[in-house]
């Protein structure tokens, strides 16, 4: 979807408007994968709306740092321990981003306000009624039928007897 549409508002409530949010909502592998660099500050988690997993990764962060002073060694210790997370998070990236995408996905179609528009109809019109409309159909010549036999119902020919007319064509037209 261009990023004309993903901005534009349709104010209404139907399939349209649901990709409309989910195409501007959703979460995407790269993005994930860049913010990954920034793992001390949880970047990444932030981005899939994991914000327990992202504070855990900004905690060892503060706490490697508020430690720097005590232990160059505890600190190290501390930012090492993100090390293993990290690797995990990189290898169970795209299977976060798919959970998020697809639980966005059923949020929003299951959103309470999808009815259509007050007053909505439909395709029905009040100024040509139904009725009027099939009696037009009904008199129609359709390209089965010719003029003669249009107030006959048209027999339906099987598989069979259309292919024996078919075959009947074919050695006509030699």
């Given at each position: 979807m261009s990023e004309f549409?993903?901005?534009?508002?349709?104010?209404?409530?139907?399939?349209?408007?649901i990709n409309q949010q989910y195409s501007r909502l959703k979460r995407n592998n790269k993005t994930?994968?860049?913010l990954a660099i920034f793992y001390p500050l949880g970047t990444h988690q932030f981005y899939l709306k994991a914000p327990k997993r992202g504070l855990v990764f900004l905690a060892?962060?503060?706490?490697?740092?508020?430690?720097?002073?005590?232990?160059?060694?505890?600190?190290?210790?501390?930012?090492?321990a993100q090390l293993p997370l990290l690797v995990v998070d990189i290898i169970t990236t795209d299977k976060q981003v798919i959970a998020f995408n697809k639980k966005l996905k059923i949020n929003l179609s299951l959103q309470t306000n999808t009815a259509p528009p007050e007053g909505f109809r439909g395709r029905y019109h009040d100024d040509n009624p139904i009725d009027d409309y099939l009696s037009i159909k009904e008199n129609e010549i359709t390209a089965f039928e010719t003029q003669k036999s249009a107030t006959k119902k048209p027999r339906v020919f099987s598989f069979d007897e259309q292919e024996k007319r078919l075959?009947?064509?074919?050695?006509?037209n030699k």
């Open positions: 549409w993903k901005n534009q508002d349709l104010n209404g409530n139907g399939l349209q408007t994930a994968y860049i060892l962060s503060i706490a490697a740092g508020i430690s720097y002073g005590l232990s160059p060694l505890i600190s190290g210790l501390l930012l090492l075959k009947e064509m074919m050695t006509k």
